[in-house]
């Protein structure tokens, strides 16, 4: 047997690995995440084992023994390492790109180094020295000693303040310095991104149901139970109120705690929230920071400095040393899946990763996913429920539009009379609204009224969007080219945008509201760093009175001033090429709805739609989900869907359309061959029904000039969908005839290719 080794973990590149055999001795005790001794050159150093394997890479007679397991491993990092091998076994992919995930900050960066100035005399000398310097006209150096005499005693001047406010030059503090006068103290410290934060106290009180939850919870640890829990609560219910208080527990029994949250757009209301009970304990993670910030904060976290982190997926592999508790906000969300390979579910990583660590996971939601209410109800996860706001605030006043009806009575306007007449009354009142569209850009796609032409990329089998400034985009590649003045394909003058954006429907909100303040949300609006920050903190303060946005304004915002959200086109993500389609609808209709009402003033909703009598309309407006649940649930066992039964996706990609073609029907031939090898080798009790559906063209056959097909597999048996996986992955590193075609997985994928 053999073990392949990396030998640093923090370095860029982590595709550079070594291979040893293992002694008899140590056959039982060397696994993935093990640290070990190794001969390297004429040295011995340390090593991690990511792979154990019977297949030698070289000669084994050339090939070197393990001198040992490490006794003083980092535990941490070998844990990190056990987790990446569980990742590319249950997800598939190579061990690098599974390493490459769990160990997201490689690269050390630039130390922050901070400088400061203070006295090394005492201030009857250092004003003696300033006396001199006035008689001698030595300006500067007067203004540097005068602020340090007026400072408190033992303070320091930052240097940047002394050679900006005080404009001292460098070689005057120099020159003091090398006189003996003053010293220059450098410090090296952490980047801490939070530390900006001021808020108010943490002065809240769990009401009973809250307290139900955690103590419920709290009761299972000390029986020395490890549970997932699944905590399902309407919005403004106080599930974070829940956490925090769970955190507290963690925090006081001397583990740590991991916060996932579904968007970066949440980071700065929830930090807010935390930072006001935890102080400084607390620090995120994402990628709107600097290489220098991430590197810090996983540092900080390395070495005990903080013991709360808060982020989107990635925060999920912070290197804590005794993690206890890992928190999932709004499990629901899509955002918890990856969308690169390995294309793993951060709900079943953090289950995984919290059994490793003896840690509990807790998942929250007012609109559950079906996969995690259906295993809550069949006693995999325990389910726990807020069925109350907080204070018993009334849950909004829900309506429905028919924008079928609105066109019938003459109203062509995006807006729905209704929702007009209710943005006035906010608009007098000095109450703030929401409007949600998930759409960005001005127009969904160009089309020519006469012929049926739709502008597409050259380049991917999608539609342009237009966008603000003359141009259409490809969403898909980057694609840019200026919006056509008529039809490319017959000429005619009618070729006009389809739907409106985000953008279109601000011009048209301040059209029609001209004494209205407006803000927009959207992925165009916020790509600098502080974006996101600035917006809700200005919506926040009441700078506008209405926010126009996409999918990001309606997770998890907490404004109290907010009594109105309209919904513009409930149905644009339902009738769409995924099973998941309702479910998606009825989760963003019931957080949208959440965000109206959850101050003292009670909320209004509309919802807009040309599909009202849709289960997945009529149940979020009424906010049940018991009977949404129900009717999807059913639909589901109908259709062996997840998480009824299990999916696999494999996805074929090539530049060659051809060898695309060739790999998918090889793929689906092997997958083929080992459903009747195992049919033949099973009584019909014991054997699982494997469907297998394709080859076929993706969703989107091209992107980027790269081909792309899909082969899905269906099964109630989760391993079975894994040895294929593997005959797979074997049989197509094997074949070095198509050079050009990749292959990734996906199980039980959350949107379609």
Same mark, same amino acid.
């Given at each position: 047997?053999?073990?392949?080794?990396?030998?640093?973990?923090?370095?860029?590149?982590?595709?550079? /690995?070594?291979?040893?055999?293992?002694?008899?001795?140590?056959?039982?005790?060397?696994?993935?995440?093990?640290?070990?001794?190794?001969?390297?050159?004429?040295?011995?150093?340390?090593?991690?084992? #990511?792979?154990?394997?019977?297949?030698?890479?070289?000669?084994?007679?050339?090939?070197?023994?393990?001198?040992?397991?490490?006794?003083?491993?980092?535990?941490?990092?070998?844990?990190?390492?056990?987790?990446?091998?569980?990742?590319?076994?249950?997800?598939?992919?190579?061990?690098?790109?599974?390493?490459?995930?769990?160990? $997201?900050?490689?690269?050390?960066?630039?130390?922050?180094?901070?400088?400061?100035?203070?006295?090394? #005399?005492?201030?009857?000398?250092?004003?003696?020295?300033?006396?001199?310097?006035?008689?001698?006209?030595?300006?500067?150096? +007067?203004?540097?000693?005068?602020?340090?005499?007026?400072?408190?005693?033992?303070?320091?001047?930052?240097?940047?303040?002394?050679?900006?406010?005080?404009?001292?030059?460098?070689?005057?503090?120099?020159?003091?310095?090398?006189?003996?006068?003053?010293?220059?103290?450098?410090?090296?410290?952490?980047?801490?991104?939070?530390? %900006?934060?001021?808020?108010?106290?943490?002065?809240?009180?769990?009401?009973?149901?809250?307290?139900?939850? &955690?103590?419920?919870?709290?009761?299972?640890?000390?029986?020395?139970?490890?549970?997932?829990?699944?905590?399902?609560?309407?919005?403004?219910?106080?599930?974070?109120?829940?956490?925090?208080?769970?955190?507290? %527990?963690?925090?006081?029994?001397?583990?740590?705690?991991?916060?996932?949250?579904?968007?970066?757009?949440?980071?700065?209301? /929830?930090?807010?929230?935390?930072?006001?009970?935890?102080?400084?304990?607390?620090?995120?993670?994402?990628?709107?920071?600097?290489?220098?910030?991430?590197?810090?904060?996983?540092?900080?976290?390395?070495?005990?400095?903080?013991?709360?982190? #808060?982020? $989107?997926?990635?925060?999920?592999?912070?290197?804590?040393?005794?993690?206890?508790?890992?928190?999932?906000?709004?499990? %629901?969300?899509?955002?918890?899946?990856?969308?690169?390979?390995?294309?793993?579910?951060?709900?079943?990583?953090?289950?995984?990763?919290?059994?490793?660590?003896?840690? #509990?996971?807790?998942?929250?939601?007012?609109?559950?996913?079906?996969?995690?209410?259906?295993?809550?109800?069949?006693?995999?996860?325990?389910?726990?429920?807020?069925?109350?706001?907080?204070?018993?605030?009334?849950?909004?006043?829900?309506?429905?539009?028919?924008?079928?009806?609105?066109?019938?009575?003459?109203?062509?306007?995006?807006?729905?009379?209704?929702?007009?007449?209710?943005?006035?009354?906010?608009?007098?009142?000095?109450?703030? /609204?929401?409007?949600?569209?998930?759409?960005?850009?001005?127009?969904?796609?160009?089309?020519?009224?006469?012929?049926?032409?739709?502008?597409?990329?050259?380049?991917?089998?999608?539609?342009?969007? *237009? =966008?603000?400034?003359?141009?259409?985009?490809? =969403?898909?590649?980057?694609?840019?080219?200026?919006?056509?003045?008529?039809?490319?394909?017959?000429?005619?003058?009618?070729?006009?945008?389809?739907?409106?954006?985000?953008?279109?429907?601000? +011009?048209?909100?301040?059209?029609?509201?001209?004494?209205?303040? !407006?803000?927009?949300?959207?992925?165009?609006?916020?790509?600098?760093?502080?974006?996101?920050?600035?917006?809700?903190?200005?919506?926040?303060?009441? *700078?506008? @009175?209405?926010?126009?946005?996409?999918?990001?304004?309606?997770?998890?915002?907490?404004?109290?001033?907010?009594?109105? &959200?309209?919904?513009?086109?409930?149905?644009?993500?339902? =009738?769409?090429?995924?099973?998941?389609?309702? *479910?998606?609808?009825?989760?963003?209709?019931?957080?949208?709805?959440?965000?109206?009402?959850?101050?003292?003033?009670?909320?209004?909703?509309?919802?807009?739609?040309?599909?009202?009598?849709?289960?997945?309309?009529?149940?979020?407006? *009424?906010?049940?989900?018991?009977?949404?649940?129900?009717?999807?649930?059913?639909?589901?066992?109908?259709?062996?869907?997840?998480?009824?039964?299990?999916?696999?996706?494999?996805?074929?990609?090539?530049?060659?359309?051809?060898?695309?073609?060739?790999?998918?029907?090889?793929?689906? @031939?092997? +997958?083929?061959?080992?459903?009747?090898?195992?049919?033949?080798?099973?009584?019909?009790?014991?054997?699982?029904?494997?469907?297998?559906?394709? $080859?076929?063209?993706?969703?989107?056959?091209?992107?980027?000039? !790269?081909?792309?097909?899909?082969?899905?597999?269906?099964?109630?048996?989760?391993?079975?969908? !894994?040895?294929?996986?593997?005959?797979?992955?074997?049989?197509?590193?094997?074949?070095?005839?198509?050079? %050009?075609?990749?292959?990734?997985?996906?199980?039980?994928?959350?949107?379609?290719?």
């Amino acid at each position: 047997m053999y073990a392949n080794v990396i030998v640093d973990i923090s370095h860029e590149k982590l595709d550079k /690995t070594f291979q040893y055999s293992i002694p008899d001795e140590l056959l039982c005790d060397i696994r993935p995440g093990v640290c070990v001794d190794i001969p390297f050159g004429s040295r011995t150093i340390a090593g991690y084992v #990511i792979e154990v394997t019977d297949k030698p890479e070289y000669d084994p007679a050339r090939t070197k023994p393990l001198i040992g397991i490490k006794a003083d491993s980092v535990a941490v990092e070998a844990k990190l390492i056990a987790l990446a091998a569980w990742i590319r076994r249950n997800y598939g992919s190579t061990m690098n790109q599974a390493l490459k995930t769990v160990i $997201p900050v490689k690269k050390q960066a630039k130390e922050q180094v901070s400088r400061s100035i203070a006295l090394k #005399i005492d201030k009857v000398k250092a004003r003696a020295q300033l006396a001199l310097c006035e008689a001698k006209k030595q300006k500067a150096k +007067a203004r540097l000693f005068r602020a340090l005499i007026d400072a408190d005693d033992g303070a320091r001047l930052e240097y940047s303040f002394v050679t900006g406010k005080l404009s001292v030059s460098a070689a005057t503090i120099r020159a003091l310095e090398q006189s003996g006068f003053i010293e220059v103290i450098t410090q090296s410290g952490y980047r801490n991104p939070v530390e %900006h934060m001021s808020v108010d106290t943490y002065d809240k009180v769990l009401n009973a149901a809250q307290q139900s939850v &955690v103590d419920a919870i709290e009761g299972d640890i000390a029986a020395g139970l490890r549970n997932t829990y699944l905590i399902k609560g309407v919005t403004g219910s106080g599930k974070t109120e829940v956490y925090m208080e769970l955190i507290a %527990h963690c925090i006081q029994s001397g583990r740590q705690a991991i916060v996932l949250i579904p968007e970066i757009a949440l980071t700065y209301q /929830t930090v807010m929230r935390f930072f006001a009970r935890f102080g400084n304990r607390v620090s995120i993670i994402n990628s709107r920071l600097s290489n220098g910030e991430r590197y810090d904060q996983f540092e900080r976290a390395k070495n005990g400095d903080i013991d709360i982190m #808060i982020g $989107p997926r990635s925060a999920l592999f912070t290197p804590f040393s005794n993690l206890g508790l890992i928190i999932i906000d709004e499990e %629901h969300e899509n955002s918890y899946k990856s969308e690169s390979v390995p294309r793993y579910h951060a709900r079943e990583v953090a289950i995984e990763y919290a059994r490793m660590s003896d840690a #509990i996971v807790v998942l929250g939601s007012a609109t559950p996913s079906v996969d995690s209410y259906y295993k809550a109800k069949t006693g995999v996860y325990r389910l726990l429920e807020l069925d109350k706001r907080v204070d018993d605030r009334p849950l909004p006043k829900c309506e429905v539009v028919d924008l079928r009806q609105e066109l019938r009575e003459g109203n062509s306007s995006i807006l729905s009379t209704r929702l007009q007449e209710l943005m006035e009354e906010r608009l007098l009142n000095g109450q703030q /609204t929401m409007l949600f569209l998930n759409r960005r850009g001005k127009s969904a796609f160009m089309s020519c009224r006469a012929c049926g032409f739709v502008v597409k990329c050259p380049h991917c089998d999608v539609s342009l969007s *237009e =966008h603000s400034g003359g141009v259409m985009v490809c =969403h898909y590649c980057g694609y840019r080219q200026p919006v056509p003045k008529v039809c490319p394909s017959c000429g005619s003058k009618y070729i006009s945008g389809f739907k409106a954006g985000t953008q279109k429907i601000e +011009a048209m909100v301040a059209k029609r509201f001209p004494q209205a303040r !407006i803000l927009r949300m959207d992925y165009d609006t916020t790509r600098a760093k502080d974006a996101y920050e600035k917006i809700l903190q200005a919506f926040s303060n009441h *700078e506008a @009175d209405i926010l126009i946005g996409t999918q990001m304004i309606v997770k998890g915002h907490d404004f109290s001033n907010v009594t109105l &959200v309209g919904v513009l086109a409930a149905d644009m993500s339902l =009738h769409v090429n995924d099973f998941h389609a309702a *479910e998606r609808t009825f989760a963003l209709l019931t957080q949208a709805a959440g965000r109206a009402g959850r101050g003292k003033l009670p909320g209004n909703v509309v919802i807009q739609t040309y599909d009202p009598d849709h289960y997945a309309i009529r149940t979020a407006k *009424e906010q049940d989900y018991e009977a949404f649940y129900d009717k999807e649930i059913e639909y589901r066992r109908l259709m062996n869907y997840p998480p009824v039964w299990n999916m696999l996706l494999v996805h074929v990609t090539s530049p060659d359309e051809s060898e695309c073609s060739s790999m998918a029907q090889q793929v689906y @031939d092997i +997958a083929l061959q080992m459903i009747s090898h195992t049919d033949e080798n099973q009584s019909p009790d014991d054997r699982h029904l494997i469907q297998l559906i394709g $080859p076929a063209d993706a969703t989107i056959a091209k992107v980027n000039d !790269i081909y792309r097909k899909v082969i899905y597999m269906k099964t109630s048996d989760y391993a079975a969908l !894994i040895s294929i996986k593997d005959v797979i992955e074997q049989a197509v590193k094997a074949d070095t005839a198509m050079k %050009h075609a990749n292959i990734s997985f996906d199980f039980n994928p959350m949107s379609g290719f």
